[in-house]
Each structure stands twice: as structure tokens, then as C-alpha cells.
């Protein structure tokens, strides 16, 4: 029983079992998702001294406690991709952007269809948000409210999730009050110490109380059914926290998720370690599906990159876990990262991008608009102003040391060879993983199979032209000037995004981008072509570039690409006349072109909605 556990000592990291497939003669364990939003580990367990979090600490007094979890995406949709399927949300564009309908090619099986074929019952109660086209119905025994384990054949094994929407970002947009109070939180030094952003904090733990006791409930319910000794449990958030500067960025706060894991004595040799312990070593989300299927004992099919870490087949502990960001909502970024649980690595291929883009979902906290006021009015100190400003290429952060990542050691030459290391950790991971990122949304070239096409995606050479690009500097400029008239999309894209990235000092290639700009047939890239020409004297084309663009009816993504283009040149290149068709519209490009609106008539307020109209 659950209650009848001992404690156990502290464990550092997994080890290996016997790897087999043959049936166990005990049958197979029930397996149990309780899975929370949006929330870092703001957990009594954790070691945080004001969380009230009682049903969690109890479970991981009595279960295993991972120190080093993450989401391998800060945001939930592509987050829940990887959990779904097994593989990086990256490797299937669109998947890879925050939301998006990416297709599944036929062999990419999803975990309820593999564990249903091998005679588990599978629930799932009730968020889906998987970012592909999926249909709930036809995977799953049960996606809905009242989907239960209680709903199975006799003698059937389960697998249920249970999905707890309590700390979800938008729970933060009213104030929620409880036993925290916003003098007691600590805010962070690259926040503003103001009453806004307590009182979000403040909301924030007592909404994870709330979701604690939806725990509690859950845990009870499966031993007053009598099957606490036959199921594993699994408690977890679904990507980092979703206060400022948490969800949606590549920082701890964004990636950096809980896990408890309870594995009863029947089936203590599926586990890592003793109930009691803790894990130090870096677990992700994309090692989740090959842990069910380690537990179930279902072979792991070869296009899954995860390991188990508990199971039949536990593999050796991992030196790192990966992260990624592309567009959220009505952004574009591209932002990549590696953690080995000391040491975070970040890349930033758009640094000339603000991290801090007005995002509509995020800016109804009050703590978000607070932040972004006092940014406007000047009355920031420099490390609160860096989220609002352009980033450099690259960031190391020492996270003992320096858990709120302030402090870039990219430059340091002490770390130089610990650079090295994750730099070249990433790379081979992009190219292991065939990341799709580099890829405009929208291209044809986008998708697991498409980009895999012989000569389609040659992306160890669009690695090194987005590197030169992101870099800055006159060095690259041959080399990009060229890559505007290669054969390939992709390596044209990112040509045109070096040469905006410099700006003026890209002036050397101005007649060779004003030409290149006239016979490109990509959309997305003439978007970044008429973008980098604002900057080179060449607004009027650019002007009429954009309204090219806007007049033929565009698809969906390429009228957002052109719409945040917009909103990073000077006013007099816009074609503000042409956005009226969008401004009720409900959806990002609405989202985008209400902001672009508001800015340039100078009218924005952080505290007035970008969400669609109501009734709209």
C-alpha cells in the first residue's frame, strides 16, 4: 500500500536491469499519468520552503524523486507532441511551433496505439493539445471528461492519464488567494520587485495547492479501488512554469518541470532505485514513451531517440537533456539549448529578436504588463531590461552558482572547454535528430518525411550558413551574399536572415538582395529579403514586397511572418492600409495585426486584451 512505505536512501542516478521480452510471469503493472501545467517545481519536496504541497511531498517521500526533469519544448503543445509520440516535435515540423496540425507518417505509431495493441486499457481524461493531426478518439479507449480506468474489461491492465488544468497559465489572469502571500515570495532579480509580480507568485503557489489536493484525490481513489500495489505513478507538469520568462523560454523556468515516481514492491525491479530515493541525472520528456513501453514490455520501435529510465530495459543515465523554441503563438524564434544539470547552453539564431516579444496569451498577467511598463518608461535596471532587448548568439550559464541564469559565461575563457563540449553535444544532436527548425513555416520541405528526401534538407550545410548568420559580423557576408541564390529554400532563408541580422553593415550585398528579391519564389523568404532591405535603402521595394505579399491572399503563415516583419521596420515601410481584413480576425494573424494596429498609432497598452474580441 501506498501509505506503508519506508523511506529509502538517496540515489544519484539510474542503473541498468536485465533486458528482456519475455512476458513476466507477475502480468504487467497498471500505469497512472497525473500530469499538472504549467509548473515548475514549486514543491514542498523540491526544497521550497513556502509551498504547501502536502499529497506530492508524501508521494515523494514514498516514491522516487527526479531532480532533473525537463520538458524538451517550454510550452505545452509541442511538449505533449514528444509525449505522445516519442520523438522530438523538431524532427516533424510543424510540430516544432506553438500550435500547429503536423502529420504523423503512417509508421509513427502514438503510445495509446502501441500499448492498446499489446492489451492495456487506455485513458485518457482529458486535455489532448498534441500538435498533430490526431484524432483523440481513434487512439485512445477513452479521451474525454469521464474517460476512467474503472471503465476496463476485467483483468485488463491500464494506462490512464488524468490531466489537472488548476495551474494553467491563464488561471493566472484573475489573483488567486490562499496561504501564500505575496510578501513572502522571492522574485528573482531579472524581475521588477513589484506588487504585480508578487502577487502573480503568490497566486501561483496557492494554485498549486489547489492542484495538490486533485492529487491527493486521485491517489485515494486508486487505493480505495485496491489497486495502489499493481500501478505505477506518475506525477508531473507538462512543460516549466508560466510566470515571466518561464514558459515558452528556453531558461530553467521554462524547461525545468517536476516528476515523482511511485514504483509498489510487486514491481520493485522496474525501478531505478529504492522507493525513498532521488535521481540526480538528467531525465527529458522525450525518454517517456520508451519508459511505458519498458514498463509494458513493448519493444521500442527504432525511430524513438528516448531511453527508459524505469522498466524492463533501463538505460544508463544521460549527460544531457535538450530543448528547443520556434514560434509561440504569433512569434517566430528560434532558440536551442542543452543542460547536463550543472551547465545550460542556449543558441539564439534570432538574436536579433527581443526575447521579450509582445506575445498576446502571456501579456493578460498583470505581472507581464507590469514588466513591460516599466521597460517602456526606462525604470529598469540593466539585467530586468535584457528580456526586452536583442540576445547574443550564444549563453552559458552556471546554474549552482547562478540559478537564475544572469550571468552569460559564453565569453568567459575558463569555460571555454565546457562550450566546446555542449556546442558540439547540440550539434551532433540537430543532425542526429534531423531538426526541422531551420525550415520556414510552411514550406513544402517541413515534415518528418519531406525533409528526409535525398538532397532535400542538406542540413549540416544549413548549420553552418545559420551559424554564420547568427553570429553578426562582416566576416560572413561573401559567404552569405552566394547563399541567396543557392538552389535550396532553406539556405536562402537563412542567407537573407544574416544579412538582416547586420543591418546597415550588410550594405555589400544590397544590389546582389534587391536582384535576389525580384526572381524569389519563396514567400518566406522574400518576407526576411524585404525586411533586410528596410535597412540597406531600399524601403520602397521592401514596401512593396510586403504588400505583394498581403494582396494575394496568403496563407495563414506567411501573412504572420510578414505581420512580425512589419512590426520590426520603421512605420513609413508598413502597409497598414491592407491589414483591416485581420483585425477581428480570431486567430494569430488577428493577434498580430491588433498589436501592429496599436503600435503604430501609438496607442498600445499592456493592459488592454490582443485576444480576439468577445463574440468574435
Not at 503543445?77 to 520523438?87: E, K, M, V, W
Not at 488561471?171 to 504585480?196: C, M, N
Request: proline share 8%; glycine share 6%.
Amino acid at each position: 500500500m501506498l501509505g506503508s512505505l519506508a523511506a529509502a536512501s538517496v540515489a544519484t542516478g539510474c542503473t541498468t536491469t536485465a533486458q528482456t521480452s519475455r512476458p513476466d510471469p507477475r502480468g504487467r503493472p497498471n500505469i497512472l499519468w497525473l500530469v499538472s501545467e504549467d509548473n515548475n517545481p514549486f514543491i514542498g519536496a523540491y526544497g521550497d520552503p513556502i509551498a504547501h504541497t502536502p499529497h506530492i511531498d508524501t508521494l515523494a517521500r514514498r516514491g522516487l524523486l527526479y531532480r532533473k526533469i525537463y520538458a524538451n519544448a517550454p510550452v505545452c503543445a509541442p511538449a505533449r507532441f514528444c509525449l505522445l509520440t516519442g520523438i522530438y516535435p523538431e524532427s516533424n515540423a510543424p510540430a516544432n511551433h506553438m500550435r500547429a496540425d503536423a502529420s504523423l507518417p503512417d509508421f509513427l505509431k502514438t503510445y495509446p496505439q502501441l500499448m492498446r495493441a499489446a492489451g492495456y486499457y487506455c485513458t485518457n481524461n482529458e486535455k489532448t493539445d498534441y500538435n498533430a493531426v490526431v484524432n483523440p478518439t481513434s487512439i485512445w479507449d477513452e479521451s474525454s471528461v469521464k474517460a476512467h480506468y474503472r471503465n476496463r474489461p476485467e483483468n485488463t491492465p491500464f494506462m490512464a492519464v488524468f490531466n489537472f488544468e488548476t495551474t494553467h497559465e491563464s488561471r493566472l489572469f484573475g489573483i488567486t488567494e490562499g496561504k501564500v502571500k505575496p510578501e513572502q515570495v522571492r522574485v528573482p532579480p531579472y524581475l521588477p520587485d513589484s506588487p504585480a509580480v508578487r502577487q502573480d507568485f503568490a497566486s501561483y503557489y496557492n494554485l498549486m495547492e489547489r492542484m495538490d489536493a486533485q492529487v491527493g484525490e486521485k491517489l485515494a481513489e486508486l487505493e480505495d479501488a485496491g489497486l495502489a500495489d499493481d500501478t505505477i505513478i506518475f506525477y508531473f507538469s507538462d512543460n516549466g512554469g508560466c510566470m515571466p520568462r518561464s514558459k515558452r523560454h528556453c531558461h530553467e523556468e521554462g524547461l525545468r518541470c517536476a516528476l515523482v515516481v511511485h514504483v509498489p514492491d510487486k514491481w520493485a525491479d522496474y525501478a531505478p532505485a529504492a522507493m525513498g530515493g532521488e535521481i540526480a541525472a538528467p531525465v527529458s520528456f522525450i525518454d517517456f514513451v520508451p519508459t511505458l513501453l519498458s514498463i509494458a514490455g513493448i519493444p521500442q520501435p527504432a525511430t524513438m531517440p528516448g531511453t527508459a529510465f524505469l522498466g524492463r530495459k533501463i538505460a544508463r543515465p544521460k549527460a544531457y537533456a535538450f530543448g528547443m523554441r520556434n514560434r509561440m503563438d504569433e512569434r517566430y524564434d528560434f532558440v536551442r539549448t542543452v543542460a547536463d544539470g550543472h551547465y545550460r547552453y542556449i543558441r539564439n539564431y534570432m538574436p536579433h529578436r527581443p526575447m521579450g516579444q509582445v506575445n498576446a496569451f502571456p501579456m493578460m498577467l498583470r505581472s507581464y504588463q507590469d514588466w513591460y511598463r516599466r521597460y517602456a518608461a526606462g525604470e529598469l535596471n540593466a539585467v530586468q531590461s535584457r528580456f526586452f532587448e536583442p540576445r547574443p548568439y550564444e549563453e552559458l550559464y552556471d546554474l549552482e552558482a547562478d540559478p537564475d541564469q544572469l550571468q552569460n559565461l559564453a565569453a568567459d575563457p575558463k569555460q571555454s572547454r565546457r562550450l566546446s563540449a555542449l556546442r558540439t553535444a547540440l550539434d551532433q544532436h540537430m543532425l542526429d535528430i534531423n531538426d526541422n527548425g531551420f525550415i520556414p513555416e510552411g514550406s513544402p520541405l517541413e515534415g518528418y518525411e519531406a525533409s528526409r528526401q535525398p538532397h532535400a534538407y542538406p542540413l549540416a550545410d544549413i548549420m553552418a550558413l545559420a551559424a554564420q548568420a547568427a553570429t553578426g559580423g562582416p566576416s560572413a557576408l561573401p559567404d552569405l551574399t552566394r547563399a541567396l541564390t543557392h538552389d535550396n529554400e532553406v539556405m536562402r532563408y537563412w542567407a537573407a536572415t544574416g544579412l538582416l541580422i547586420r543591418k546597415a553593415q550588410a550594405a555589400p550585398a544590397r544590389e546582389t538582395l534587391l536582384s535576389a528579391s525580384k526572381r524569389e519564389t519563396s514567400a518566406q523568404v522574400r518576407v526576411v529579403m524585404a525586411e533586410a532591405l528596410t535597412h540597406l535603402s531600399e524601403g520602397e521595394q521592401a514596401k512593396q514586397i510586403f504588400a505583394e505579399l498581403l494582396a494575394a491572399n496568403p496563407p495563414e503563415m506567411v501573412a504572420l511572418q510578414t505581420l512580425n516583419a512589419l512590426t520590426y521596420i520603421e512605420p513609413v515601410y508598413r502597409p497598414m492600409d491592407m491589414l483591416a481584413r485581420w483585425k477581428t480576425d480570431p486567430g494569430y494573424v488577428g493577434r498580430a495585426t491588433r498589436y501592429l494596429t496599436r503600435v503604430s498609432e501609438g496607442t498600445y497598452d499592456p493592459s488592454v486584451s490582443l485576444l480576439p474580441p468577445r463574440g468574435v
